[in-house]
């Protein structure tokens, strides 16, 4: 009875259709949250919206649920399956009182597009693949800020004591800088005094801007394609697996014939 409740839950978990029903439940839940944003349309369909959002969280159960029966303990190998069950496990929790705080957190339930979306699987993958080369980046990122930090506060401190006052302060204006915003501004404001000021300028934002930036979308780069080699090893392992199963039926299918044609022979042969 369990096995065939089990094989009944994953041909359904299995099928087809099944995820894209998953799939469009998960959009119309999180655009119903979307619409719970806005005082006019909980005035006109607020109790529609309620009746939606908790129809969605009854199917979202469901599908875990089913997904547990027809997988049992396989199911909780797969880190994305924990994570979704974490996300609806949140969903369940009370909403009202001190925990009404957590109302907020129901539009984590569009993150299980990530875990049922294989691309976009690949793509979260890979920049967690990516993560030891990025902090080995941000380390560094951090060190030519620090240096420029302090370069910039002893050489613009007097000139500019709102934008390299102290080293805070410096630091902020250096980030700022970093992102392009403004920079041009607190460049001609020195200037003024400082004319060959942009040199410090010019040759931070080509460190810290461009190259910085080409050798974190390096790493995510090289992390995505190591990501798509080892499901292009896994799939043609499982071909070749495939393949040898086959070759391996061929052989005893020959093996079968030879045996009786030798048979046919022999009660030829007998008299």
Known sequence: MIERTRRSAQRIVEHPSFQPAVITVIVVNAITLGLETSPAVIGAIGGLLQVVDR???????????????????????????????????????????????????????????????????????????????????????????????????????????????????????????????????IARELMDTMPLSWIFFVIYILISSFMVLNLFIAVVVSAMEQEVLAEVRAEEAEHAAEEQIANREILAEIRELRAELAALRTDRAVP
Do not use: C
Request: avoid cysteine.
């Open 55 to 185: 129809l969605a969280l009854v199917l979202f159960v469901v599908d875990i649920g089913l997904r547990l029966v027809a997988y049992g303990r396989r199911y909780w190998r797969d880190p994305w399956n924990v994570f979704d069950f974490a996300v609806v496990a949140l969903a369940l929790l009370p909403t009202s009182g001190p925990f009404a705080v957590l109302r907020a957190l129901r539009i984590l339930r569009v993150l299980r597009l990530i875990s049922i979306v294989p691309s976009m699987r690949r793509v979260v993958d890979g920049l967690l693949r990516a993560v030891p080369g990025m902090t080995s980046i941000a380390a560094l990122l951090a060190l030519i800020l620090y240096v420029a930090g302090v370069m910039g506060t002893k050489l613009f401190g007097a000139a500019s004591p709102g934008n390299f006052g102290d080293l805070g302060t410096t630091l902020f204006t250096l980030f700022q800088t970093m992102t392009g915003e403004g920079w041009p501004d």
